[in-house]
């Protein structure tokens, strides 16, 4: 077998045709930009292009197979999954808390993919371990911390497990030796409307999902501080450790912010960890305008942010940020590789980061980010921040002064939480049936957007509130078109309906809804 296959196979000849590839990617990188991103960007193009499972399946043909493909075939791949993706750069793209692009962002994806190097050593990504340092020390900045340390995470659910794994680490360093055995039993605080990520973390970390105690929250969602208090109080009284208060800055649905000063008072008085998941809302801290949101920051220890959301970084752009100067990141996750940190290099080892991580491998996340902030500044990323708000307030605006709509109450954020109210349910709110008619309103809209390809919005219900539309309008390249679309697309749909089942979705009935008021241009162009 051997003797055969070396007979065969010149070590001279390369395995990959250079100009043949580069080739491919010249025409795949021209369909990209005519396919997603022009189209992507135009309103008069659908949002996505919904097949059923079994049919899209069959279309794109996903069976791997011995032969390679065509030069052709593969374009046409390359086409087809372009064609029945969602587009969410499109301007009626609301359905989750990302959207649009920023192409300097998306250029540096690029160049992070086209270098393809792991952010662990100075060795080998040189440039990028000098970048990643000067990023991180500019958000700290931002959060109102001189000094402090940092790491791009995979996500903002790992900067957040990142958090708890500090937080236990410096209070029982010997866990990362001796394991969950030694240990107390630990609890930690968070509210019911703080981001499932935090349950998950304390299911991963051994802690126990039972060991998350959740605080009472206002109406709006905040934390309610003299509540996380009495709860740290009968915690202890139980004879388990309290050890870290996980607040949000920018909660999924809501948008509440935690008061943070107030939280910081309860957290110093019982030397708690303080960690702010403002995966969602970090971004405020670019404006003057807005910043207040996060009064108290600065005294956490910790601080999770996503840029990828509200700057529209490309996914994934999220960062654990670190007021400790006392080198905790390392501690707590080294494991002294000498085949990659060796202490006998020839530069500052301390510039081999990587040890810091749990991960070997690590993408670089920090040139799209650093890339967007070159071209637009901190000015530039400050008016994102700022126009999202007029935005929201626009629409705000606009839905009040429109029939069927009503809001779950005023943004305080970018996050405008609403029903739409059809007529046959309209002056109804006393009827034994009405929240469980209206609670299949947002399903009935939400499938016949997709399915038409016309919008893409999240629904969901909170607490005793039945399911209601969300919508975040932030994407620093698209127009207030919001109001426009979804008084259209009800107008479209005919919403006024009854409640008969089928076996797929609700039957609509013939009815019309009035929307010509808002169907005016934006404030803006």
């Known amino acids: ?70 030069h052709e075939q593969l374009l046409q791949r390359v086409r087809d999954v372009a064609t029945y993706s969602v587009k969410t750069c499109h301007p009626r793209f609301f359905n989750q808390l990302f959207s649009g692009v920023d192409y300097h962002s ?6 992070s993919e086209t270098l393809n190097t792991n952010l662990f050593t100075y060795e080998v990504a040189p440039v990028f371990v000098l970048m990643e340092i000067e990023v991180l020390r500019a958000l700290r900045l931002l959060v ?36 969950l055995w030694s240990l107390p039993q630990l609890v930690m605080f968070t509210s019911p409307e703080s981001h499932y990520s935090v349950k998950k973390g304390a299911a991963f970390l051994g802690i126990g999902t039972d060991n998350v105690t959740l605080v009472d929250v206002d109406d709006r969602g905040h934390m309610i501080p003299e509540d996380l208090e009495e709860k740290i109080k009968c915690a202890k009284a139980q004879g388990t450790v309290p050890f870290l208060v996980s607040c949000t ?32 809302g970090g971004s405020v801290l670019f404006s003057k305008q807005h910043r207040h949101l996060m009064k108290g920051v600065q005294r956490a220890n910790s601080v999770a942010w996503n ?17 400790d100067t006392t080198n905790l990141l390392k501690k707590c996750h080294s494991a002294h590789a000498s085949y990659l940190f060796q202490q006998d290099k020839f530069y500052d080892v301390d510039l081999d ?4 991580s749990l991960q070997c491998s690590r993408r670089v996340d920090c040139l799209k980010l650093w890339l967007m902030w070159k071209a ?46 059809p007529p046959s349910l309209r002056g109804k709110e006393l009827n034994e049936d009405y929240e469980d008619q209206l609670a299949k309103v947002a399903p009935v809209i939400k499938e016949r957007m997709v399915k038409q390809g016309s919008m893409m919005v999240g629904y969901q219900p909170l ?8 919508v975040t309008v932030f994407s620093p390249l698209l127009p207030v078109v919001f109001p426009v679309c979804v008084c259209k697309l009800y107008r479209k749909l005919k919403c006024d309906y009854e409640t008969k089942q089928t076996s797929t979705s609700l039957l609509l009935k013939t009815g019309l809804l009035d929307c010509e008021a808002v169907l005016c241009r934006p404030a803006w162009h």
């Open 463 to 470: 607490r005793d509130k039945v399911n209601f539309f969300r």
């Open 376 to 421: 637009v500044g901190s000015s530039g990323l400050a008016e994102r921040v700022n126009k999202a708000f007029s935005n929201v307030r626009y629409l705000t605006d606009k839905m009040k002064k429109t029939d069927g709509f009503k809001l779950l109450n005023e943004p305080e954020f970018v996050n405008l939480c609403f029903w739409y109210i």
């Open 249 to 280: 800055s920018g909660t999924t649905i809501q948008g509440a912010f935690d008061p943070l000063d107030r939280i910081a008072d309860v957290c110093e008085k019982y030397e708690l960890w303080m960690h702010v998941d403002a995966a969602w």
């Open 1 to 70: 077998m051997t003797s055969t296959l070396s007979n065969k196979l010149d070590p001279n000849d390369p395995i990959i045709d250079h100009e043949e590839g580069q080739l491919f990617l010249n025409e795949t990188f021209k369909l990209l930009v005519e396919e997603v991103l022009r189209k992507g960007t135009d309103a008069n193009e659908k949002v996505c292009r919904y097949e059923e499972p079994q049919v899209l399946a069959k279309i794109m043909d996903l069976e791997l197979k011995e032969a390679g493909e065509p």
């Open 307 to 323: 840029p990828h959301k509200m700057l529209t970084a490309g996914l994934q752009c999220s960062v654990l940020l670190l007021k």
């Open 106 to 111: 998306l250029a540096g994806s690029f160049m």
């Open 353 to 356: 980061i990587g040890d810091k």
């Open 144 to 179: 109102g911390w001189t000094q402090g340390d940092g790491l791009f995470c995979p996500g903002g659910s790992a900067s957040n497990m990142y958090a708890m794994n500090l937080a236990r680490y410096r209070l029982f360093p010997d866990v990362k030796t001796r394991g």
